[in-house]
């Protein structure tokens, strides 16, 4: 099926974890016909809902990857990338939220904007989502859709209007009011896909009518033509539909949905709105980096154009390798050739697929807009697919550097073996999660993003690689850097029988603060020559790799090389890659070295009644306080904290709240380790050497 671009959409699920995203999908899947019987998470029935497709995930009830799964709605395909909720996994809500138009932000009818609402927010805006909000769990005790409203604009800043209103609450709740048609919807049947429609029942239409008027208010300011037929009395069911939508598009309005997943009420309107409100893939903008000019360049949604394609996503599943695409330019067809710029490599492609949350199609072409897989390519995730000579590539995505590792020590040969298995495939899905050997302990360290994102990894290991291994205590990563700026000049000279070595590097260390390193040649009439300047800057390369103070890698350098000296016969590539380690070890120590470590966004949140000893857990663990917010019943404290002092905090929240008080954490910038922390870690690396 090539479908046309005006029938797609791109959507992401957005949510706090436990809003019930899983099982809002699960519905969607349902009512779309893919599925033919729903699964609850964690059900009863052990299977698990089907979007949560690792074993893993479904004992835990939660989704960890992402997959992009195609439905079928009113004659639309809507592709629903599932992203990740927990924060340890950002980089892939980041990966899924640059590949999609547009998001469903779920929020809990009791919880409401809860903190990862806030981080999903903030990376909704960092992309330029459109979103709608969907107000689920409607049939709890205490659910307030009204007040959850008020909480996108309060607390996420948001335009947000109220689409319909709820009939009934908490266990009444049997349906909604839509308050464009000014009708009640009703979902009978056993999976509720009956929908009924009916008048609004008498004690809802007043409120029915006050409501509907505030979302054309809030619709005219995007309409002129609704605005004025809306004085007059006259305005079509149309002109609102077009009016939200264009709000919704420039990203200045977010309509509000509202039902309850679980019980099945109110996910079709949701589905409609997805087709009404949200953007068609060419009413977006992309752009790729042309390689060539370092220029930005938009895109065009042109199906006879070259292709452009991002692999987003590689999956290692039960059907073999999928790497997942989102196509941006030109239609791409079974048997063509397409060129991995990243790689270098020209691939054919072989089976095109549709992925169904369990199931594939195969399809013999899909054009721009289109989401969709291949089978058996090999690649990495972020590499651009295109045709040899275009040389263009989807901008590079930022990759967070890993802040914490953990050694591995598998048990036998076999559980060896089957470990470098898993890891090879590992590093390729997960940019952020990486694995190499100490040569100095050689053992087997892998580091990722926080705690919970290697756990993930290290069960996954055990259970989908059956291996046995140990693993040790959780490393922070530390890092150095440097606080002046040094001069140095060294001459590197050896003469031991034969050919000598000889070279001479003069030049200035700085600080540097957005980079890790910058190497500048200012060398002037051939002091060094030219063919011996990659060999100098590889010599400093290398001693960036460890620094003096703690053997940590060292970040934020710029090395300025001014002058030097070469002897015709003596000079070689490794005397002068030589010369710049002498001249790096030379300076480091003089240009006042410190240590980094990773600081952390902590946000906890429980009951006002704990504030206290919530702000002190923070501030014992050599926090910084950020914010706070007390709603009297709720209080919620960002601070930044050293990862180092985060180990077991949740076990120590647990107990200080009585298990009321749940906290988030995501990494947030590397920042100078204080004296006393310093000398303990110099104290502790240099025993090792002993
Ligand atoms: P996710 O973490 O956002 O994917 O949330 P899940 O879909 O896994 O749901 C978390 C929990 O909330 C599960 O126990 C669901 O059964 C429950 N849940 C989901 N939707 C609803 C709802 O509409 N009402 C109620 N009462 N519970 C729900
Ligand atoms: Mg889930």
Not at 148 to 170: T, W, Y
Not at 198 to 206: A, G, R, S, W
Not at 478 to 491: C, D
Not at 662 to 684: R, V
Request: hydrophobic share 35%.
């Amino acid at each position: 099926m090539n479908i046309d671009i005006q029938k797609i959409r791109n959507i992401g699920i957005s949510a706090h974890i436990d809003s019930g995203k899983t099982t809002l999908t699960e519905r969607m899947l349902f009512y779309c016909n893919k599925i033919h019987k729903i699964h609850e998470v964690k059900g009863k029935d052990g299977v698990g809902a089907t979007m949560d497709s690792m074993e893993l995930e479904r004992e835990r009830g939660i989704t960890i990857a992402s997959a992009s799964t195609t439905l079928d709605w009113s004659d639309h395909a809507i592709n629903v990338i599932d992203t990740p909720g927990h924060v340890d996994f950002t980089i892939e809500v980041e990966r899924a939220l640059r590949i999609l138009d547009a998001a469903i932000l779920v929020l809990c009818s009791v919880g409401g904007v809860q903190s990862q609402s806030i981080t999903v927010d903030r990376q909704l805006r960092r992309y330029k989502v459109p979103s709608l909000a969907f107000i689920n769990k409607c049939d709890r005790t205490g659910a307030n859709p009204e007040k959850v409203n008020a909480d996108l604009q309060d607390k996420l800043g948001r335009n947000s209007v109220l689409m319909q209103i709820p009939i009934g609450l908490e266990d009444k709740h049997i349906g909604v009011v839509d308050l464009v048609l000014m009708k009640a919807l009703y979902f009978d049947g056993e999976n509720g896909e009956d929908i009924r429609s009916e008048e609004i029942p008498p004690e809802l239409v007043d409120k029915s009518n006050k409501l509907r008027e505030k979302l054309i208010d809030a619709a005219s300011l995007f309409s002129d033509e609704l605005a004025e037929a809306y004085l007059d009395g006259n305005e079509s069911i149309d002109q609102i539909y077009s009016a939200i939508r264009k709000g919704t598009i420039s990203l200045d309005l977010t309509p509000v949905f509202i039902g309850s997943a679980y019980n099945n009420k109110g996910v079709q309107p949701l589905l409609d709105a997805v087709i009404k409100y949200l953007p068609q893939p060419n009413e977006v903008e992309n752009y790729a980096v042309n390689l060539t000019t370092s220029e930005q360049t938009k895109l065009i949604s042109d199906p006879t154009l070259p292709p452009i394609a991002l692999a987003f996503k590689l999956e290692d599943g039960q059907y073999g390798q999928l790497t997942y695409i989102r196509i941006y330019q030109g239609t791409i067809t079974k048997g063509d050739e397409l060129y991995n710029i990243q790689a270098g490599k020209t691939f054919k492609v072989g089976r095109l697929i549709r992925m169904h949350a369990d199931e594939m199609e195969d399809i013999n072409s899909a054009k721009c807009g289109d989401i969709i897989s291949l089978f058996g390519i090999n690649c990495k995730s972020g590499d651009t697919f295109s045709k040899k000579g275009l040389n263009f590539s989807m901008t590079s995505m930022y990759v967070p550097k890993p802040v914490i590792s953990i050694a591995l020590n598998p048990k036998d040969k076999k559980s060896h073996d089957n470990l470098a298995k898993a890891l090879s495939r590992f590093t390729r899905e997960d940019p952020t999660f990486r694995s190499y050997t100490d040569h100095q302990s050689d053992e087997l360290i892998i580091s990722g993003m926080g705690e919970l994102h290697l756990e993930v990894y290290i069960e996954r290991i055990k259970r989908e690689y059956n291996v046995n291994m140990e693993t040790g205590t959780p490393q922070v990563s530390y890092r150095e850097s440097i606080t002046k700026a040094g001069k140095f000049n060294y001459i590197h000279k050896k003469q031991t029988g034969g050919a000598g070595q000889f070279g001479q590097i003069e030049g200035t260390i700085d600080p540097l603060r957005e980079k890790d390193f910058e190497f500048v040649n200012k060398i002037k009439g051939g002091a060094i020559p030219t063919e011996f300047i990659p060999s100098c800057e590889k010599g400093f390369k290398l001693c960036m790799e460890k620094g003096h103070l703690i053997g940590a890698p060292i970040v934020g350098i710029r090395i300025t090389i001014e002058d030097g000296n070469y002897h015709p016969v003596d000079s070689s590539s490794m005397a002068f890659q030589n010369a710049a380690i002498g001249a790096f070890n030379q300076v480091y120590l003089k240009s006042n070295p410190i240590i980094l470590e990773p600081l952390m966004k902590v946000s906890v949140e429980g009951p006002s009644e704990f504030q206290g000893s919530i702000f002190s857990s923070i501030n014992q663990r050599r926090g910084v306080i950020i914010s706070t917010s007390d709603d009297n019943y709720f209080v919620r404290v960002d601070a930044n904290v050293p990862l180092s002092e985060m180990f077991g905090y949740s076990t120590s929240l647990r107990s200080l709240t009585q298990g009321k008080a749940e906290f988030t954490m995501e990494f947030f910038q590397y920042g100078k380790a204080p004296e006393s922390i310093a000398e303990k870690l110099i104290k502790e690396f240099n025993d090792s050497k002993k």
